[in-house]
């Protein structure tokens, strides 16, 4: 089969479009014919090993083995392991490769990471929800435990997470103040927001108003002011982004809201899990009601991927970005 690999860190322009092993899935995997795949972050970081953490987990000088490209996909089921009980040869499905495997011809996956698409939905837009969808789930309904009437600022909400969070946590009653640069103002304005804030005109942070939650989806700001921007006993959820650089890059505030946690008022959250079954059918279940729309910036070919991890990278996506792999 045919993926994008990289045997090297760096830029996109490491990627090759190679003939590859095509994957046998194990007994618990479900070998999925990829349609579509979207883009996240965490490709670039670490298709860069950005932040430098990244070699510790897959290969100091290189990666230790050649990595395909891509998280998030969507697809067509094409054969299943003898332990798996959900799926069957046929079933659209979406979930996430791990680190690596979506912009492939095909590709195996746990089945606990797998979910139903959405009905009436394309491949485009179930690709991207996985990643993005679940670390915005994680951010709004467990960290943040948003209900009707929790006042929220959502800093980057014209982001892959940020338009999955304004939706859900306005699907959850919360009035939600939306933090975005000017182009995006109209697009999250139609998303729901209560108020939007462009960053490059107001002061948000640390601005003398306080929110029970407080969503830092990228930003270069201070634990130390991001905390007086909540309520006494409010929360901060720390998502990441996409920032360059640093040991801990865009998990920076994340690890020092765990180490200052404990001997705070505030509930000082770090938000990062993987993909589940669970959080995957909660969002397509979302999805189907209406709650959630997936927003998609650009649509990509699957020869122009380096382009669209560029993209990604450099650029600043209204939504998700997604590569097409194969035809339905």
Not at 69 to 88: I, N, P, Q, W, Y
Not at 92 to 119: C, D, K, N, Q
Not at 278 to 284: F, I, K, N, Q, Y
Not at 290 to 305: F, K, M, N, Q, S
Request: aromatic content about 6%; glycine content about 12%.
């Amino acid at each position: 089969m045919k993926a994008w690999v990289y045997e090297k860190y760096g830029s996109p322009d490491v990627l090759r479009f190679e003939e590859v092993e095509t994957p046998t899935p194990a007994g618990d995997e479900v070998a999925v014919r990829v349609r579509a795949c979207g883009l996240n972050a965490a490709d670039w970081h670490v298709m860069r090993a950005d932040p430098y953490l990244v070699r510790l987990r897959f290969g100091l000088r290189r990666p230790r083995r050649p990595r395909i490209a891509g998280c998030d996909l969507a697809g067509v089921v094409e054969s299943v392991g003898e332990r798996v009980t959900r799926f069957s040869p046929g079933d659209h499905v979406f979930g996430e490769a791990g680190f690596g495997g979506g912009l492939a011809e095909l590709a195996s996956i746990p089945e606990e990471r797998l979910a139903r698409m959405p009905a009436d939905r394309t491949f485009e837009e179930a690709a991207s929800v996985p990643v993005a969808g679940i670390a915005a789930l994680a951010a709004i309904s467990d960290a943040g435990r948003v209900g009707p009437g929790t006042t929220v600022l959502l800093i980057g909400a014209s982001g892959g997470v940020g338009t999955f969070a304004l939706q859900i946590a306005r699907a959850s009653g919360g009035v939600v103040t939306a933090v975005c640069g000017p182009a995006a103002v109209e697009l999250v304005r139609s998303l729901g927001a209560t108020e939007v804030i462009d960053y490059t005109a107001e002061k948000y942070v640390d601005a003398g108003r306080t929110y029970d939650v407080v969503v830092n989806n990228g930003g270069t700001h201070s634990l130390r002011s991001l905390r007086r921007t909540l309520t006494r006993r409010g929360t901060l959820a720390a998502v990441g982004g996409s920032q360059h650089g640093g040991l801990f890059g865009p998990g920076g505030i994340a690890m020092r809201a765990k180490l200052v946690a404990p001997f705070v008022s505030q509930r000082l959250v770090a938000v990062g899990r993987e993909s589940n079954a669970a959080d995957l059918a909660t969002l397509a279940a979302m999805i189907e009601a209406g709650d959630v729309t997936p927003v998609i910036d650009r649509v990509y070919p699957l020869g122009e991927a380096p382009d669209a991890l560029r993209y990604v990278e450099n650029g600043h996506p209204k939504g998700k970005v997604v590569v097409t792999v194969g035809e339905a």
